[in-house]
């Protein structure tokens, strides 16, 4: 846009409103290229809707746009990147597609449930090593069909040892006897009502997480939908 002169500046604001206010502007300006630099995350929203609007966006690293001028302001160092991005010298740092930008939250926001789901089994084994019973010491993993279903009479009032040892695979190297002793315990109404707190928690996030398994589902499909019509064209 024209010469490095302070006319060419036209400053927006942080609004989504505003972000598209830009991206039309540049538009009817011919713009077609874009550079920023990178500003710990806080230009990612503008990434995203000139991305969607069909830009081509650089974004750089603080340290390649560095402005030694001595009167230093946001119009001047917008000059200062856009002559550099004119002359080639401002080297891009990685920025994620449009729909990377998209999974990338949904994936990390998927692996957080399955962590939360962990937490809440761990609280379960903790609270029952309080009346000596070891469900960890019983399964490898307590969020397998025995170890759930375990639970889950629990909940529902469940205190024989032998009953509940009957509801572990019968390929468990442990004898129903050994199961027994270590399924058997001292149980307290506060003791159950913990266990049935943490596993209506633990069903919740398990819910969760198949709502958005669906949905990431849903996009990858999508997203790949038109590469499978291409290839069978």
């Not at 969020?143 to 009479?153: D, Q, W, Y």
């Not at 943490?198 to 849903?218: F, G, H, I, N, T």
Request: hydrophobic share 40%.
């Amino acid at each position: 846009m024209g010469d490095n002169t302070k006319t060419d500046v036209k400053e927006f604001g942080v609004s989504t409103k505003a972000l598209f206010e830009l991206a039309q502007f540049l538009k009817e300006n011919g713009i077609q290229h874009v550079a920023m630099e990178a500003t710990g995350g806080y230009e990612r929203p503008l990434v995203s809707v000139l991305q969607q609007e069909g830009f081509d966006v650089l974004v750089t690293a603080g340290a390649n746009t560095k402005n030694y001028r001595r009167f230093k302001s946001d119009v001047s160092d917008a000059i200062h990147i856009r002559t550099l991005h004119q002359l080639g010298l401002l080297p891009p740092i990685f920025i994620t597609d449009e729909f990377a930008t998209t999974i990338r939250p949904l994936v990390r926001m998927r692996q957080s449930l399955i962590e939360d789901g962990a937490d809440y089994i761990r609280r379960i084994q903790k609270t029952l090593r309080l009346i000596n019973v070891r469900l960890d010491a019983t399964l490898t993993d307590s969020t397998s069909v025995s170890g759930l279903a375990i639970i889950k009479a629990i909940c529902e009032g469940e205190e024989d040892g032998s009953k509940l040892a009957a509801l572990v695979d019968k390929h468990c190297k442990k004898t129903p006897a050994e199961l027994t002793q270590l399924l058997a315990g001292n149980w307290t109404p506060s003791v159950r009502l913990q266990v049935q707190s943490s596993y209506r928690l633990y069903q919740a996030v398990q819910a969760e997480m198949a709502q958005l398994d669906a949905e990431l589902d849903r996009l990858f499909t999508e997203h790949t939908a038109p590469a499978a019509r291409s290839t069978f064209a």
